[in-house]
């Protein structure tokens, strides 16, 4: 209560003050023994031993709720010197068993009998200490997460310095987190995925300059491998945002999907070539050559196409075997490819049959070309199997034509060829 004849508050007054916010003031004496002399009822609030003006402290009760690792920390509190201050935590268990934190402030007082006693107060810091406890946990299992994660997990400053890389970089970039770390993005992608990211982020400054919602990346990009190869991975980028809705830092994912892509691209091969020799196959072939029968005439070139037939192909399989014939076949593939431009097409009909597409190549030109491939296959053995000799019939693409009427001028060109005694050219 505080006295209407002065403008202190008097000691009822400091003891409301003190029970209501829940601190504990306290007075005991450390020498030259160890007892309370006051302490506040807040006490009976924090560790369930009741505290009133009647009753005698209980000093043993007291110490004997501080936790075993605490009391030495405590003993050494006794060999303060007058005038010295200090500031103590400590654990302890209240009546019921839960643990209690608390934080201390006190000061030594010499006494005019020469006692020495402490004077201070005592903050339930609990809470706190659980809060803290919880974060510790919390920063841990994070950290165990993105330690042990099979994902790239990395953090970028908005200045570009990467902040942090987890150890998954080692296993798919064959780099440490360190070297990892200090890369530029030159240094990490490629000339294409490079530029996707510093896109990225002038999309992302502007939007910050802007204030208008941040983007999220989230595509493929390529990354250098230690050894120079390349790695394809799956990325996603989100701006982390702080509880004032700044952007403090950026959050990444990437996911190794080189085997994925690889897969994808073998499948894709797999749909457009043919199992056997491995160039294209006919559905394949007749989807390219119909994109070119289709196109406005104005954006024509001048294409030729050559039907080609193994000559006594039958008998190949009767005296040598399947296997020999296919053998024959991949040959015969290997050699019509390394006979043709790169932009000119090689491919597999059906059965002993070819197909070459000749870009830029009028009717003259595609014969005698054909006859050159004709004495280059019937010069040289396959081996195992002897000479074999291929017929051919060669067509160039009118404007009247479509594929069916083109092919079909090919394939009576090749009939003819045959009709005339195979190992020859006839053209269209």
Not at 90 to 107: F, I
Not at 208 to 230: H, N, Q, V
Not at 276 to 305: D, F, I
Not at 402 to 416: P, S, T
């Amino acid at each position: 209560m505080i006295d209407s004849t002065s403008s202190s508050p008097g000691a009822e007054w400091f003891e409301r003050m003190a029970e209501s916010s829940g601190l504990i003031f306290f007075v005991w004496r450390i020498r030259p023994d160890v007892a309370f002399e006051y302490i506040g009822s807040a006490l009976q609030k924090r560790l369930g031993i009741p505290v009133t003006p009647e009753t005698e402290v209980d000093t043993e009760a007291i110490l004997g709720r501080i936790a075993p690792e605490c009391e030495d920390r405590l003993a050494a509190s006794f060999g303060m010197v007058p005038g010295q201050e200090l500031t103590l935590e400590l654990k302890w268990h209240h009546v019921d068993g839960h643990p209690v934190y608390t934080r201390a402030w006190m000061r030594a007082v010499e006494r005019p009998d020469g006692s020495v006693a402490q004077e201070g107060v005592v903050q339930d810091i609990t809470e706190l200490r659980e809060l803290e406890t919880e974060l510790r946990h919390s920063e841990q299992r994070h950290r165990l997460l993105a330690e042990n994660a099979y994902d790239v997990i990395w953090t970028m400053a908005l200045d570009g310095t990467i902040t942090y890389v987890s150890p998954a970089v080692e296993r798919v970039r064959g780099i440490t987190p360190e070297e990892a770390m200090h890369q530029t993005i030159d240094e990490i992608h490629p000339p294409e995925s490079a530029a996707l990211h510093r896109d990225y982020y002038q999309r992302l400054f502007a939007a910050i300059e802007a204030g208008t919602e941040l983007p999220i990346f989230r595509g493929e990009e390529e990354y250098y491998r230690k050894d120079g190869s390349i790695m394809t991975g799956d990325l996603q980028v989100i701006p982390h945002i702080d509880s004032d809705g700044h952007v403090v830092e950026l959050l990444g994912v990437t996911r190794d999907i080189s085997e994925r892509k690889m897969f994808e691209a073998e499948l894709t091969r797999l749909a457009v070539t043919d199992p056997v020799t491995g160039v294209w196959n006919r559905r394949q072939g007749s989807e390219l050559m119909l994109a070119e029968t289709t196109k406005p005439e104005r954006y024509r070139r001048q294409l030729s196409v050559l039907m080609i037939d193994v000559d006594h192909f039958k008998s190949i399989n009767d005296s040598f075997g399947h296997l020999a014939g296919d053998q024959v076949l991949i040959e015969m593939a290997q050699r019509l490819v390394a006979a043709v431009r790169s932009t000119d097409m090689v491919i597999r009909w059906g059965g002993e049959e070819f197909v070459i597409l000749l870009q830029e190549c009028p009717i003259e030109d595609a014969t005698a070309r054909a006859e050159k491939i004709r004495r280059q296959i019937a010069d040289n053995r396959f081996p195992g199997v002897g000479t074999v000799t291929i017929s051919m019939g060669a067509a160039q693409l009118t404007a009247e034509d479509d594929l069916a009427a083109w092919l079909g001028r090919a394939d009576k060109a090749l009939y003819d060829a045959k009709r005339a005694g195979r190992n020859t050219v006839v053209g269209s």
